[in-house]
């Protein structure tokens, strides 16, 4: 998407998430922020690695992005699981 001067903007921000299954659920866990950058490259910024290689990269606008970010770790299916860590 370019702007007056003919540069390309940069995206929004985004949410990145890893997903852990456990006991036949699945829980969102945000590991870190993603940037798009002016030449259409991403930067990914983790403050976490995921242990199973899985990540999701979500939009901040998405209501299920903003759901999880909120909550923290929460269910696929939109239930709240607390900081429940399985020990």
């Known amino acids: 998407m370019d702007n007056e ?4 903007k ?6 990145v998430f890893t997903v852990v299954d456990r006991g036949g659920k699945s829980y969102w866990i945000r590991i870190g922020a993603a ?3 002016y030449d259409g490259s991403e930067t990914v910024l983790l403050d976490a690695l995921p242990i ?6 979500r939009d901040q606008g ?4 903003q759901a999880k970010a909120k909550t923290g770790v929460q269910t696929t299916a939109g ?5 429940d860590d399985g020990d």
Do not use: P, V, Y
Not at 5 to 8: C, P, R, S, V
Not at 10 to 15: G, K, L, M, Q, V
């Open 52 to 57: 199973n290689g899985r990540m999701q990269i």
């Open 10 to 15: 940069a995206r929004a921000a985004r949410h």
């Open 79 to 83: 239930q709240d699981a607390g900081n």
């Open 62 to 65: 998405t209501k299920e992005s």
């Open 35 to 37: 940037f798009g950058n």
């Open 5 to 8: 001067n003919g540069k390309k």
